[in-house]
């Protein structure tokens, strides 16, 4: 298949999705081109999963300081499996969200790994798209510095993708390292006493919540 399109962006993060969303809505012919999930990095391994953990930890941080207020309420652990498999939903959700409002600009949205085979023409798969325009918003991929212990190390990617809850994690103390890697630990000291709580229909994990786009 050879199709044209005004405009394709290779990416389906925030910078993809902003651009073909906005050249859209101008009247231009736009493609998005995605090979993971779409939202890119801060819905899926970074933004959004981090601060949903940062709130679980939270909560179990005030029920277990809520003794000084008569309170009776302390836990002891988590049921980690339960709490990734909310999370995961409530990323789903804004999946589906931002697939809705490509739609709904008339945006195609192709799944696969792009690659250039002339200035204007990419290829997934065995079919070639092209475009006058053609944006790269790949982003980037985490890199562990060579040092003593990397070997021990996992990076955020490797953070949400943990299948069993850990009692330690630790960082070193770089002016380089993020604000999301250092969240994740200060959230994770707090969750390795956490279990599972039911908290309502105002929280973000509730199943009728519909996930509004950021």
């Not at 394709?8 to 009247?27: D, E, L, P, R, Y």
């Not at 988590?78 to 008339?106: C, M, T």
Request: with cysteine.
């Amino acid at each position: 298949m050879h199709k044209k399109f005004d405009l394709i962006a290779i990416g389906g993060g925030s910078g993809g999705i902003a651009t073909v969303n906005k050249a859209a809505h101008f009247g231009a012919k736009c493609a998005l081109i995605e090979a993971s999930a779409i939202g890119g990095t801060c819905v899926n391994v970074g933004c959004v999963p981090k601060k949903l953990t940062w709130l679980a930890s939270a909560q179990a941080m005030l029920l277990n300081e809520s003794e000084a207020f008569g309170l009776r309420a302390k836990i002891s652990a988590i049921d980690w499996p339960y709490f990734v498999q909310k999370r995961q939903a409530y990323i789903e959700r804004l999946h589906q969200g931002y697939i809705n409002k490509l739609n709904s600009n008339g945006v195609t949205l192709i799944k696969g790994s792009g690659s250039f085979v002339s200035p204007s023409q990419v290829k997934v798969g065995d079919d070639i798209f092209e475009a006058k325009h053609i944006i790269i918003a790949t982003g980037g991929k985490p890199a562990l510095p060579d040092i003593p212990g990397k070997e021990h190390a996992i990076d955020s990617d490797g953070f949400f993708a943990l299948q069993t809850s850990r009692n330690r994690l630790g960082t070193p103390n770089l002016e380089a390292s993020t604000k999301a890697s250092t969240s994740l630990v200060q959230a994770k000291q707090k969750f390795s006493k956490m279990v599972q709580q039911d908290m309502g229909d105002g929280h973000p994990f509730a199943d009728n919540r519909t996930a509004a786009l950021p």
